[in-house]
């Protein structure tokens, strides 16, 4: 089985970015046009601080699924990282909000055999197929692209794939 990796979805990232970039194009037109303070345009560009954040948070968390392991790593200077045994995984559960749902992403949350706490990844791209992905390895069978068919040996391919979803 080949690794997959998935990172949380840079989707809010953009739109954090574009509305940023629209509110320091309005403080530069007011301070152009109504004779402003060039000061005002000092908070539009303090505000790319929160996507930047988030484009480092989202750069450093990752889970990889590799041959009968989960591995969740989160962290840029001090780091995480939580291995998880496929084989005792017992629940996998998506939560997906309206807005999450708009735009084909979600929170995928992990509950294993003898843990008592959660693993929550927030915010995936196909929340859904990554699920499957687990629970079709949590139960032993390979990875969809790696089944064969009934009749002929030939590896089943995957249907198309929906707009935003990872393969």
């Given at each position: 089985m080949a690794d997959l990796v998935v990172h949380p979805t840079r989707?809010?990232?953009?739109l954090q970015y574009t509305t940023v970039f629209i509110l320091c194009c309005v403080a530069v037109f007011?301070?152009?046009?109504?004779g402003l303070s060039a000061w005002l345009l000092v908070f539009p560009a303090l505000l790319?601080?929160?996507?930047i954040a988030g484009s480092i948070r989202v750069r450093f968390t990752r889970m990889t699924i590799s041959g009968?392991?989960?591995?969740?790593?989160?962290?840029?200077?001090?780091?995480t990282t939580r291995t998880i045994q496929i084989s005792k995984i017992q629940d996998v559960t998506v939560i997906q909000s309206l807005a999450q749902r708009l735009i084909g992403v979600g929170t995928l949350s992990i509950e294993t055999a003898g843990e008592t706490s959660r693993l929550t990844i927030a915010n995936i791209?196909?929340?859904?197929?990554v699920a499957e992905e687990?629970?079709?390895?949590a139960q032993g069978h390979p990875p969809l692209g790696e089944r064969s068919s009934a009749g002929g040996g030939k590896p089943v391919q995957p249907g198309p794939k929906r707009k935003g979803e990872r393969g």
């Open positions: 989707k809010w990232l953009r007011l301070c152009n046009n109504f790319f601080l929160f996507p009968d392991k989960l591995r969740f790593e989160l962290g840029m200077l001090s780091k791209d196909a929340p859904r197929a687990l629970l079709d390895a």
